[in-house]
């Protein structure tokens, strides 16, 4: 299939989470992110679910009340949110940090940067990705192939830093055939 005869899509609708207590996740990411209910499940009188949406564009995540698989899916990194910069990634780091959440720092990463090693209270892993891109995404179908992620990117960060860039410049497009 080529990009002509691809459907239209439309970004992604939700997120959704398995969790084992609806009321402390919806604590969590209001509290450290921002977000707000939106939308709540019931049945006999009992919130089963809820949506949550983010005021400054964060994608609309949904909770389910179901708290074996959440202990089942523990530790799995589903998603990452963008963040438009690395300035905004380490404020959002040094939030989590103040708010006495571990995480692994703001890292170089494939075509920007990031910040893992977040976990929500069913330790789902919350993964944080620049929108701005230090890397151009290569267009025509063509992939960026990245063999050995870590040395990998330890090599490209020394050759970022070589051309006398330290932070992500603005190779992010927004042409349709330059993204992932």
Known sequence: MNTDDAPALDGVHHLKLPVGDIERSRSWYASRLGYVPVIEFTKDGRTTGITMAHPNGGP????????????????????????????ELEALAARLAALGDEHAGVHFATIGWILPGTYDPDGHEVRFYTTDHHTP????????????????????????????????????????????
């Open 60 to 87: 609309v995540i949904g909770f389910v009340l179901d708290p074996e698989r959440a202990q089942r899916a523990s530790g799995f990194d589903y998603f990452a949110i963008g963040v438009p910069g690395k300035a």
């Open 137 to 180: 995404i290569p267009a025509g179908g063509t992939p960026l192939v990245v063999d050995d992620p870590v040395g990998t990117e330890a090599e490209r960060r020394r050759t970022h830093r070589a051309r006398g860039a330290d932070d992500p410049g603005t190779a992010r497009s927004t042409r349709s055939d330059d993204q992932p």
